[in-house]
């Protein structure tokens, strides 16, 4: 099986940078998934790792360390909108390929 | 955005109903998902299709069965409802699960159904 952990809950300040966890443990990696979900609404893909380093797309970036289990999504010069839950997914090797999901983190961005 | 819709998008019903929730496509995706999230669980995986006939159980399929006669439709069904059912209900498409660094492999998700169970 798998276990993802991230933090439940982040705050932070209109144009300040944050950076949201998620370690994971996985008998094999096949690549790792980052979506943002605002309240009420569908889970939207931001990126995708599966090798080690970071990924960069506008605002936000994504890093993943294979050999320690982790990987972090870094936003920069937040603004309001940014308000919504970060979900990390993990997908094993072998088996079905389906990513499987962490319980995700609610990011609350501050005038 | 991808094509999916579902439908309905809220539904209210009585322990005991059987329930119908359509998802609906008009990518060709060959691979389907159903979802349900729920507060403190995050999204967990109920059943697949990953072709026309071809389906498969996820993490949480007990309660619920699925169906895909046509490429652009899957349809979970409640076959009767329980409380513990009560919770919002995804759809998901993905072009291919090859299990490698493709960007076909993303799941692109539908709006939701709000299912709440009396």
């Known amino acids: 099986g798998q276990n993802i952990d991230q933090p439940t809950e982040m705050t932070a300040t209109e144009g300040a940078i944050v950076q949201i966890n998620c370690t994971y443990q996985?008998?094999?990696?096949?690549?790792l998934f980052w979506y943002q979900q605002h309240a009420g609404e569908a889970p939207t893909f931001l990126s995708y790792?599966?090798?080690?380093g970071l990924e960069e797309k506008g605002r936000f970036s994504s890093f993943l360390s294979r050999s320690k289990g982790y990987s972090y999504l870094l936003l920069k010069e937040l603004q309001m909108k940014d308000s919504a839950s970060y979900l990390c997914?993990?997908?094993?090797?072998?088996?079905?390929?389906?990513?499987?999901f962490g319980r995700g983190t609610s990011l609350i961005v501050h005038p | 955005d991808a094509g999916i819709t579902q439908s309905p998008r809220h539904k209210v019903t009585e322990t005991g109903t059987p329930v119908t929730l359509r998802c609906h496509q008009t990518?060709?995706?060959?691979?389907m998902y159903w979802y349900r999230q729920d507060p403190g669980h995050g999204l967990r995986l109920i059943h697949y299709?990953?072709?026309?006939?071809?389906?498969d159980k996820g993490e949480v399929s007990d309660g619920y069965s699925v169906s895909r006669s046509k490429t652009e439709d899957f349809l979970l069904t409640l076959e009767s409802a329980t409380s513990s059912q009560t919770s919002v209900y995804f759809c998901a498409i993905s072009e291919s699960l090859q299990g490698a660094a493709l960007a076909t492999d993303t799941q692109y998700f539908g709006p939701g159904t709000r299912l709440t169970v009396l």
């Open positions: 990518e060709n995706h060959r691979y």
């Open positions: 299709s990953y072709g026309v006939k071809d389906t």
């Open positions: 790792n599966v090798l080690d």
């Open positions: 997914a993990v997908r094993a090797s072998g088996g079905s390929y389906i990513p499987t």
């Open positions: 996985t008998s094999g990696f096949n690549g």
